[in-house]
């Protein structure tokens, strides 16, 4: 139910990128026609998006219907590692969809400001509409990670950014974690509007911090959700102790 988190426990990263991957396949099942999938940064999504590109998910999704975003962007050039779109399409996209369909954050702009608004309006153009409509939600899936901070896509504990309502892409003029260069990032409404949002948090390193997340901390992170279904999936090195057993 909207607002409502569900955690679902895996038994290692492994495990987590297979349940990730058909929790994706399950939300294209959904939907006959044109698919908006929400991509992620930083490490934790790596794996899936290995196992994407391969058999049996590979020739499962149908390629030709599905269109790929991504929720926040290190404002680094295209060809620097650190661009988050660059490892999506380096171990995924550039493989298997048409290149019409991958639908970066520009970061050959001027400002982490310009490169939101033109964004924004890439976005909107897209969904055909310039308001957030519940009932049409933007994106059939978004993934998310958690950083140690309780920060998810770019928005930071603290920051201005987190509270932003209209605006469906900002600017981040400083990162509050490495890397520390400026980004972008798909605000809590537009990331909302999706009919799921999938976090990934594998790893004994994420448990402080879901611990505070899980616990009702007002951490970025633990606002997030969809106007639809939030899913947290945790490994058990990840998972908080009074999760366990669950
Ligand atoms: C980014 C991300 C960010 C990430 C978390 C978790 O640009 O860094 O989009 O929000 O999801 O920091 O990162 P890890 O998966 O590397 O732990």
Request: aromatic share 6%.
């Given at each position: 139910?909207a607002?409502?988190?569900?955690?679902?426990?895996?038994?290692?990263?492994?495990?987590?990128?297979?349940?990730?991957?058909?929790?994706?396949?399950?939300?294209?099942?959904?939907?006959?026609?044109?698919?908006?999938?929400?991509?992620?940064?930083?490490?934790?999504?790596?794996?899936?998006?290995?196992?994407?590109?391969?058999?049996?998910?590979?020739?499962?999704?149908?390629?030709?219907?599905?269109?790929?975003?991504?929720?926040?962007?290190?404002?680094?050039?295209?060809?620097?590692?650190?661009?988050?779109?660059?490892?999506?399409?380096?171990?995924?996209?550039?493989?298997?969809?048409?290149?019409?369909?991958?639908?970066?954050?520009?970061?050959?702009?001027?400002?982490?400001?310009?490169?939101?608004?033109?964004?924004?309006?890439?976005?909107?153009?897209?969904?055909?509409?310039?308001?957030?409509?519940?009932?049409?939600p933007?994106?059939?899936?978004?993934?998310?990670?958690?950083?140690?901070?309780?920060?998810?896509?770019?928005?930071?504990?603290?920051?201005?950014?987190?509270?932003?309502?209209?605006?469906?892409?900002?600017?981040?003029?400083?990162?509050?974690?490495?890397?520390?260069?400026?980004?972008?990032?798909?605000?809590?409404?537009?990331?909302?509007?999706c009919r799921e949002?999938?976090?990934?948090?594998?790893?004994?390193?994420?448990?402080?911090?879901?611990?505070?997340?899980?616990?009702?901390?007002?951490?970025?992170?633990?606002?997030?959700?969809s106007n639809g279904r939030?899913?947290?999936?945790?490994?058990?090195?990840?998972?908080?102790?009074?999760?366990?057993?669950?």
């Amino acid at each position: 139910m909207a607002g409502e988190r569900d955690i679902i426990a895996v038994a290692d990263a492994a495990a987590l990128a297979t349940a990730a991957a058909d929790r994706l396949l399950a939300r294209i099942a959904e939907n006959s026609g044109r698919i908006a999938i929400c991509l992620t940064g930083g490490s934790s999504p790596k794996a899936l998006y290995e196992l994407l590109a391969t058999d049996p998910y590979r020739t499962k999704i149908p390629w030709d219907r599905v269109h790929w975003f991504i929720g926040d962007e290190r404002f680094v050039p295209a060809s620097d590692a650190r661009n988050n779109m660059t490892t999506a399409r380096g171990l995924l996209l550039d493989r298997v969809a048409p290149a019409s369909h991958i639908h970066p954050i520009l970061t050959d702009v001027a400002s982490p400001d310009e490169s939101a608004a033109r964004y924004e309006r890439e976005l909107k153009s897209f969904h055909g509409k310039d308001r957030l409509d519940p009932a049409r939600p933007l994106f059939d899936l978004v993934l998310m990670g958690v950083g140690p901070d309780g920060h998810t896509a770019s928005l930071f504990p603290g920051y201005p950014e987190v509270e932003e309502t209209t605006r469906w892409v900002v600017g981040v003029p400083k990162a509050n974690v490495e890397p520390f260069v400026a980004r972008v990032s798909l605000t809590l409404p537009a990331l909302a509007s999706c009919r799921e949002m999938l976090f990934e948090a594998a790893g004994e390193g994420k448990r402080a911090i879901l611990t505070r997340v899980f616990s009702g901390e007002r951490l970025p992170a633990a606002r997030a959700h969809s106007n639809g279904r939030t899913v947290w999936l945790v490994d058990n090195a990840a998972l908080p102790g009074n999760f366990r057993g669950n």
